[in-house]
């Protein structure tokens, strides 16, 4: 807890530092704490980074979405985890269903996600692959983990009152049932790090199926899905992948 106090000190030095530069030259990109700007233009770096190898699913559902909400957004391929500047983006996703030398760069660069979180991003890993994947094999960052995968089509509803499933649409227990699968496991290490589970995974493995929150950072939020909420076509998952792309974003586009 020591070494996080510190760490959560110099970066809080760094971005009022940061802020500091930044108006007086409005060319600079976003530093870690420095909220997006009101006056936005053509220029700006978008507000999102997905990183994907190949469309999860084969669905462009979450670039369907970003759009329809008016939040920019950039793709990137898992060979950038390591170079690219993180903290010009308000969030970050990591797509789920890619190939595994994906998850191999997410491992490698643990740190730097960390770091991102660290310094008042947001994090959202979209974590539901095909079974005997690499992901199971792989630690994300702040040490989170998944089962191996067991198809659940039963998930409950733990926090009904989370932005997550209240906004920008009031998710209903009933339309989280037997996706084919609702989850593919459980989150291991969420509760650990501190997170709201929010969904729960009620058959195999039992645990967290979606979780979010700032637990021990210093600042950013971290997000937190074993469901393949970018499946497109039956069921429908568009409304609760809404919920998690605009969570952390509002007042940007048009989400609430």
């Not at 690219?84 to 890619?98: G, N």
């Not at 190939?99 to 974590?127: K, S, W």
Request: net charge negative; charged share 15%.
């Amino acid at each position: 807890m020591r070494q996080l106090r510190i760490i959560c000190l110099v970066t809080s030095v760094f971005a009022a530092l940061s802020m500091q530069v930044y108006a007086q030259d409005s060319t600079q990109p976003a530093a870690y704490g420095v909220p997006p700007r009101l006056d936005a233009s053509p220029d700006d770096p978008p507000v999102v980074a997905l990183f994907q190898d190949g469309s999860p699913w084969g669905s462009n559902q979450n670039e369907t979405l970003l759009a329809a909400r008016g939040i920019s957004f950039q793709i990137f391929p898992s060979s950038r985890m390591g170079d690219l500047d993180l903290t010009q983006f308000r969030k970050v996703i990591l797509v789920s269903q890619q190939p595994d030398p994906y998850f191999t760069q997410v491992e490698t660069n643990r740190a730097r996600f960390e770091d991102y979180v660290n310094g008042d991003g947001i994090l959202e890993m979209h974590l539901a692959n095909f079974g005997g994947s690499q992901a199971e094999r792989t630690t994300f960052p702040f040490g989170i983990r998944v089962t191996p995968v067991f198809c659940s089509n039963t998930v409950s509803i733990v926090d009904p009152n989370d932005p997550i499933i209240t906004t920008p649409n009031a998710i209903t227990s009933s339309e989280l049932q037997g996706w084919n699968c609702s989850s593919h496991g459980a989150i291991i290490g969420a509760e650990a790090v501190g997170l709201n589970t929010v969904v729960n995974n009620q058959k195999g493995p039992q645990g967290p199926a979606t979780a979010e929150g700032r637990g021990g950072f210093c600042g950013g939020t971290l997000v937190v899905t074993d469901s393949p909420i970018e499946y497109q076509g039956s069921p429908n998952t568009r409304r609760f992948n809404e919920n998690l792309l605009c969570f952390g974003l509002s007042g940007i586009g048009t989400c609430p």
